[in-house]
């Protein structure tokens, strides 16, 4: 495009002295490696680019020296920013290859987002574009005519657009800086591991500076002041040459400077150069140090070490959060007793690896039998120690990588994901004897396995299922393993449902009471009837062979036994008005219910109340509550005694106990087992042990009676070897009342014992 005289720019002031000589504008000393400043030259007019590249030879400014980079047009500039992210300045034409063609390059750049770059705009026709116009409705840093820009005015034009230009960058630097330690901080705050914390710090070390680590490292450990305790802390995490070392302590890690580490103020972290080197070290509740050291190859300026203060001020508050949550985690998850997982870290593993990861895992729960006893005899501590024995050789004899976890005080939980264990090796951990203080100490245990089976992949489920296997083996086979099986759960429900239902039973009178007759063998005579209770739960009868059990576990059996006093006390009222012969009604005492203080007393006040006594009613004890403890149940019975009732040994030759109880417990009458009557044939009648317990009776001077008689050869038996009495099917069934006096009305033996 033509131009006029005025397009020529005026590069030298009135003195020439200074055009060979290289200017130098507020030049601080600065490393050779800092790049020059761009400036972008776009003009239409060739002797333009040429002066300005004249005038602008050997010319730095702000320490760094100037490239010039020339376009011809403003679609040429505009291709050449999107080359050049760095420009610093542009010298630009108005009128090139369009009357506004710089104009419109102003616009865009703006547009692009370009806004750091310091517009100077030149114009060699000031009446295209004028000037009050212009800086109002374009963002542009200066506005020159081509004729005023002398050489010096042009260096002092680009010296404070560079300047404004590298305040921006600064500004913005800083800016990113902040929001990086923003970021940083929150991404560290995130991390729940020091491992994963120490990598983090090392990264973000390196982000905020800008710099390529040479070698980085963290290290954490035990906070203790002095040098010592700072050369044992061990590696983490490291960068660069140092990427290999995690695990080492910092004295073994080659070319550290230990001696100016040593130095470093103990719970400081203010960051501190050591030649090119950073390091910081940082205590969090005097309790764990963490140690950062950094090198790098590039310089740390004042802009970044403020940053870097800032950082560390921050890196403080978060490692000290960190180790704040390490030891609430320790706390929450660790048996502060014996340092190893708990009952908490247990359930967090059950549940890591199945609801989190859906993985498949084996579990097991050991209880160790004798610990109870020994927590007695020798205390916990003890105990403690016990545990600790059995948790090291679990993992020594199954895998050291399997979670074993302490579940109350005498039990331990195993959880393998690699699923390898099973009862028989969890059962030879106790085939061998401890050795304690030199002392050898067996043991035996009580185990639950799940493997496989359990219906829901939850760990809610998997733990119940465990948690049943153990109560079940415990039940079943105590001092042994038991493997999970799904009817083991349905067995358990069903007990709890039993239970609930047992206990609504009792409070609503659901429970009834029948009476099987005792009777004199030789005469056939009614003597007595046995009270025995029966329950139909949910249109289904119950045997009491389970819920008198479950009465006796629940605490609900006291109540069945006074519900039987005051069915007794209405029989033999009933009898009463009805006129009928007066029968001895025969009362079972559960095991659970003598065992209890105070029992007698208020078992005697509820006979009272249903005006019953010794003359309509006897007790029956068995065998294993009479020789369970001699003093205890000789207390019992005397005071049921001195109060004038009979007493029965019910279940005798079930147990292991002497037959010098016999002489010795004031018993009326003995009961042989259904088990020993079952069994009896002529031939052999005279060695049987029911013929035996007859003798003893006989010497002793006690009454016999034998239950469970169901066929005419029995009752020929033991009318043969001298027993009195007996109860059975053979004479009569178990009745309600009303049933009871109906079939009283018709009894006759001879009928029985012809059939």
Known sequence: MASDENDVIQIFDGSGDDRDQPDHIDAPAQPAAISSWKILVVDDDLDVHEATEFALRKVSILGRSLELIHAHSGQEADRIFNKYQDIAVVLLDVVMEEEHAGLHLVRKLREQG?????????????????????????DINDYRTKDELTRTRLITTLTASIRAYDYINTLEQTRSGLELIIQSTRDLYSRRSFDLFAQGVLVQLAALLHLEPEGAICAIGPAQEGSDTLMRLPIIAGLGRFSEQIGLDIASVPGIDINSLCTLPFDSHEPVLINKSI???????????LLVYFEHAGGVDNDALSLLRLFSGNLALCFENLALIKRLDELAFVDQ???????????????????????????????????PQFAVAFG??????????????MKTMIADNIFVARLGEFRLAVIDDSCRIG???LSSIFEHAFILDDNSITLSATIGVV???V???ESVAVDRAVRTTLLRAAQKTPGKAMLYTPDLEDNIARSVHLRSGLHDALRNGDITFHFQPQIALTTGTIIGAEILARWTFE??????????????KSGLISDLTFQAVVAAGRFVARRKQMLLPELRVSLNLSISDINQKGFVPRLLRHVQEARLGPDNLQFEITESFAMQSASEGATVISQLKDAGFRLSLDDFGTGFSSLSYLDRLPIDEVKIDRSFVSPLQVVTARQSIAASTQTIADNLGLEVLAEGVETVEQHQILRFIGVKYVQGFLYGRPMPENDFVSWEKDWDMSRVITQ
């Open 380 to 393: 916990m501590e003890f105990v403690d120690r016990l545990i600790m024995a059995v948790h090291a050789r």
């Open 279 to 289: 390091a910081m070290r940082f205590a969090a509740n005097r309790d764990r140090e």
């Open 114 to 138: 370009h806004s750091k770059t310091r517009i100077i705009l030149r114009t060699g026709h000031p009446g295209y574009a004028p000037e009050s116009r212009i800086i109002r409705d374009y």
């Open 539 to 552: 249109g289904e009868p119950i045997s009491p062979a389970l819920f008198i059990p479950l009465a006796e």
């Open 423 to 425: 009862e028989s090796i």
């Open 451 to 453: 493997r496989e089976g």
């Open 455 to 457: 219906e829901s992949r």
């Open 337 to 371: 007793k014996l340092g190893i997982p708990n009952h908490n870290a247990y359930f967090r593993k059950l549940s890591d690896i199945i609801d989190i990861h859906d993985r498949h895992c084996h579990v097991a729960l050991v209880s160790i039998d004798e610990a």
